[in-house]
Protein backbone atom coordinates (compact mmCIF):
# COMPACT_ATOMS: atom_id res chain seq x y z
CA UNK A 1 0.00 0.00 0.00
CA UNK A 2 1.32 3.25 -1.06
CA UNK A 3 2.99 5.43 2.07
CA UNK A 4 3.21 9.18 3.14
CA UNK A 5 6.93 9.11 4.02
CA UNK A 6 8.66 11.88 6.28
CA UNK A 7 12.91 12.49 6.74
CA UNK A 8 14.20 12.92 8.60
CA UNK A 9 12.45 10.70 11.59
CA UNK A 10 14.40 12.47 14.09
CA UNK A 11 16.17 16.38 13.68
CA UNK A 12 18.44 18.12 16.55
CA UNK A 13 18.55 21.75 15.92
CA UNK A 14 20.17 24.91 17.89
CA UNK A 15 17.74 27.32 18.54
CA UNK A 16 17.83 30.17 15.85
CA UNK A 17 18.80 27.85 12.95
CA UNK A 18 16.55 27.44 10.21
CA UNK A 19 15.10 23.50 9.89
CA UNK A 20 13.41 22.10 6.97
CA UNK A 21 11.00 18.67 7.75
CA UNK A 22 10.35 16.88 3.74
CA UNK A 23 7.23 14.91 2.92
CA UNK A 24 6.91 12.55 0.29
CA UNK A 25 2.99 12.25 -0.07
CA UNK A 26 1.32 9.14 -2.13
CA UNK A 27 1.50 9.97 -5.66
CA UNK A 28 -2.19 10.26 -6.51
CA UNK A 29 -3.26 13.02 -4.23
CA UNK A 30 -3.75 16.59 -4.15
CA UNK A 31 -4.51 17.51 -0.81
CA UNK A 32 -1.16 18.25 2.01
CA UNK A 33 -1.12 18.83 5.09
CA UNK A 34 1.24 19.62 8.24
CA UNK A 35 0.42 18.74 11.88
CA UNK A 36 2.52 18.85 14.95
CA UNK A 37 1.91 17.41 18.18
CA UNK A 38 4.11 18.72 21.33
CA UNK A 39 4.81 15.81 23.72
CA UNK A 40 1.87 14.97 25.95
CA UNK A 41 -0.50 17.05 23.54
CA UNK A 42 -3.09 16.04 21.54
CA UNK A 43 -2.33 16.49 17.51
CA UNK A 44 -3.02 20.10 16.16
CA UNK A 45 -3.32 21.57 12.66
CA UNK A 46 -0.72 23.64 11.13
CA UNK A 47 -1.36 24.12 7.17
CA UNK A 48 -3.29 22.77 4.00
CA UNK A 49 -1.84 23.30 0.59
CA UNK A 50 -4.01 22.24 -2.41
CA UNK A 51 -2.97 23.30 -6.46
CA UNK A 52 0.22 25.33 -5.39
CA UNK A 53 -0.85 27.20 -2.57
CA UNK A 54 -2.12 27.76 1.10
CA UNK A 55 -5.45 27.04 1.58
CA UNK A 56 -5.59 27.29 5.72
CA UNK A 57 -3.34 28.24 8.55
CA UNK A 58 -3.61 27.90 11.80
CA UNK A 59 -2.71 30.91 13.99
CA UNK A 60 0.26 28.64 15.22
CA UNK A 61 2.06 29.06 11.49
CA UNK A 62 3.10 32.13 12.12
CA UNK A 63 5.35 34.44 10.00
CA UNK A 64 8.08 31.63 10.40
CA UNK A 65 6.85 28.52 8.60
CA UNK A 66 6.80 28.24 5.28
CA UNK A 67 5.05 25.38 2.67
CA UNK A 68 6.51 24.68 -0.69
CA UNK A 69 6.16 21.78 -3.23
CA UNK A 70 9.33 22.34 -5.06
CA UNK A 71 9.53 19.69 -7.67
CA UNK A 72 5.89 17.93 -7.80
CA UNK A 73 6.53 15.19 -5.36
CA UNK A 74 8.42 16.66 -1.94
CA UNK A 75 6.37 18.50 0.39
CA UNK A 76 8.49 20.54 2.95
CA UNK A 77 7.45 22.57 6.14
CA UNK A 78 10.41 25.29 6.77
CA UNK A 79 10.75 27.10 9.74
CA UNK A 80 12.61 29.66 9.74
CA UNK A 81 14.15 30.53 13.04
CA UNK A 82 13.56 28.37 15.31
CA UNK A 83 12.33 28.29 19.29
CA UNK A 84 12.15 25.69 22.09
CA UNK A 85 8.75 25.71 21.62
CA UNK A 86 8.89 24.02 17.99
CA UNK A 87 10.19 21.08 19.56
CA UNK A 88 7.21 18.74 18.90
CA UNK A 89 6.78 15.58 16.51
CA UNK A 90 5.47 16.99 13.41
CA UNK A 91 3.31 14.90 10.83
CA UNK A 92 2.76 15.15 6.60
CA UNK A 93 -0.69 14.21 5.63
CA UNK A 94 -1.99 13.27 2.23
CA UNK A 95 -5.93 12.49 0.71
CA UNK A 96 -7.67 11.95 -2.30
CA UNK A 97 -11.20 11.91 -3.12
CA UNK A 98 -13.37 9.84 -0.74
CA UNK A 99 -10.24 8.22 1.03
CA UNK A 100 -9.39 9.30 4.80
CA UNK A 101 -6.09 11.42 4.97
CA UNK A 102 -3.01 9.13 4.83
CA UNK A 103 -0.47 10.07 7.93
CA UNK A 104 3.54 9.95 8.01
CA UNK A 105 5.47 8.24 10.61
CA UNK A 106 6.46 11.86 11.36
CA UNK A 107 9.66 13.79 12.19
CA UNK A 108 10.82 14.54 15.74
CA UNK A 109 12.46 17.90 16.15
CA UNK A 110 14.09 18.27 19.14
CA UNK A 111 15.54 22.53 19.79
CA UNK A 112 18.09 23.05 21.72
CA UNK B 1 -13.46 24.52 23.48
CA UNK B 2 -12.86 21.15 22.95
CA UNK B 3 -14.56 19.98 20.07
CA UNK B 4 -13.88 16.46 20.18
CA UNK B 5 -14.07 14.56 23.55
CA UNK B 6 -13.15 11.23 24.29
CA UNK B 7 -13.68 8.70 27.39
CA UNK B 8 -11.89 6.94 28.97
CA UNK B 9 -9.15 9.24 29.34
CA UNK B 10 -6.80 5.87 30.54
CA UNK B 11 -7.87 2.21 30.05
CA UNK B 12 -6.26 -0.66 30.80
CA UNK B 13 -7.74 -3.87 30.09
CA UNK B 14 -7.54 -7.70 30.63
CA UNK B 15 -6.35 -9.96 27.50
CA UNK B 16 -9.66 -11.27 25.78
CA UNK B 17 -11.45 -8.40 27.37
CA UNK B 18 -14.36 -6.64 25.10
CA UNK B 19 -13.19 -2.62 25.07
CA UNK B 20 -15.23 0.08 24.31
CA UNK B 21 -14.17 3.83 23.37
CA UNK B 22 -16.37 7.11 23.61
CA UNK B 23 -16.24 10.18 21.31
CA UNK B 24 -18.83 13.06 21.46
CA UNK B 25 -18.54 16.24 19.39
CA UNK B 26 -19.81 19.28 19.03
CA UNK B 27 -20.62 20.52 15.26
CA UNK B 28 -21.70 19.15 12.04
CA UNK B 29 -19.11 17.06 10.18
CA UNK B 30 -18.77 14.85 6.63
CA UNK B 31 -16.30 12.40 8.03
CA UNK B 32 -15.43 10.84 11.53
CA UNK B 33 -11.60 9.40 11.94
CA UNK B 34 -11.09 6.90 14.47
CA UNK B 35 -6.67 6.58 14.62
CA UNK B 36 -4.19 4.65 16.03
CA UNK B 37 -0.97 5.93 17.53
CA UNK B 38 1.66 3.87 18.72
CA UNK B 39 4.29 4.62 20.96
CA UNK B 40 6.87 5.16 18.06
CA UNK B 41 4.21 8.33 17.08
CA UNK B 42 3.20 7.17 13.74
CA UNK B 43 -0.23 7.81 13.37
CA UNK B 44 -2.64 4.99 11.29
CA UNK B 45 -5.98 5.74 10.04
CA UNK B 46 -8.45 2.90 11.91
CA UNK B 47 -12.21 3.98 10.14
CA UNK B 48 -13.78 6.82 8.05
CA UNK B 49 -17.55 6.97 8.79
CA UNK B 50 -20.49 9.05 8.08
CA UNK B 51 -22.91 7.31 9.25
CA UNK B 52 -23.64 3.69 10.57
CA UNK B 53 -21.32 0.94 11.42
CA UNK B 54 -17.96 -0.88 10.20
CA UNK B 55 -15.69 -3.47 11.23
CA UNK B 56 -12.56 -4.55 9.98
CA UNK B 57 -11.36 -7.80 12.26
CA UNK B 58 -11.96 -7.26 15.94
CA UNK B 59 -12.54 -3.59 15.66
CA UNK B 60 -16.03 -2.34 15.23
CA UNK B 61 -17.06 1.67 14.91
CA UNK B 62 -20.36 3.29 15.25
CA UNK B 63 -22.04 6.87 14.90
CA UNK B 64 -24.60 8.39 15.27
CA UNK B 65 -25.22 11.56 13.94
CA UNK B 66 -28.10 13.07 15.19
CA UNK B 67 -26.60 12.46 18.87
CA UNK B 68 -22.80 13.81 17.42
CA UNK B 69 -21.27 10.46 19.49
CA UNK B 70 -19.19 7.56 18.19
CA UNK B 71 -17.83 4.27 19.44
CA UNK B 72 -15.03 2.38 18.69
CA UNK B 73 -15.26 -1.11 20.15
CA UNK B 74 -12.26 -3.48 20.58
CA UNK B 75 -13.30 -7.37 20.97
CA UNK B 76 -10.76 -10.54 22.31
CA UNK B 77 -8.57 -7.75 23.06
CA UNK B 78 -5.18 -8.27 23.03
CA UNK B 79 -1.76 -6.95 24.14
CA UNK B 80 -0.86 -5.77 21.01
CA UNK B 81 -3.59 -3.70 20.33
CA UNK B 82 -2.45 -1.40 23.36
CA UNK B 83 -1.74 2.16 22.15
CA UNK B 84 -3.64 5.50 21.78
CA UNK B 85 -7.04 5.63 20.29
CA UNK B 86 -7.85 8.96 18.27
CA UNK B 87 -11.26 10.41 17.62
CA UNK B 88 -11.19 13.03 14.78
CA UNK B 89 -13.15 14.89 12.31
CA UNK B 90 -13.48 16.55 9.32
CA UNK B 91 -16.09 19.00 8.82
CA UNK B 92 -15.75 19.08 4.96
CA UNK B 93 -14.37 16.57 2.43
CA UNK B 94 -10.93 17.99 2.65
CA UNK B 95 -10.98 19.99 5.55
CA UNK B 96 -8.14 19.83 7.93
CA UNK B 97 -8.57 17.11 10.97
CA UNK B 98 -9.85 18.00 14.02
CA UNK B 99 -8.06 15.61 16.79
CA UNK B 100 -8.81 14.64 20.29
CA UNK B 101 -7.31 14.10 22.89
CA UNK B 102 -6.80 10.30 22.61
CA UNK B 103 -7.38 7.39 25.08
CA UNK B 104 -4.62 5.40 25.87
CA UNK B 105 -5.23 1.85 26.14
CA UNK B 106 -3.27 -1.12 27.77
CA UNK B 107 -4.24 -4.53 27.54
CA UNK B 108 -2.82 -6.71 30.09
CA UNK B 109 -2.06 -10.56 29.14
Known amino acids: EPEVTQTPSHQVTQMGQEVILRCVPISNHLYFYWYRQILGQKVEFLVSFYNNEISEKSEIFDDQFSVERPDGSNFTLKIRSTKLEDSAMYFCASQTVNQPQHFGDGTRLSIL | KNEVEQSPQNLTAQEGEFITINCSYS?????LHWLQQHPGGGIVSLFMLSSGKKKHGRLIATINIQEKHSSLHITASHPRDSAVYIC???????????FGPGTSLSVIP
Open chain 2, 88 to 98: AFQKTSYDKVI
Open chain 2, 27 to 31: VGISA
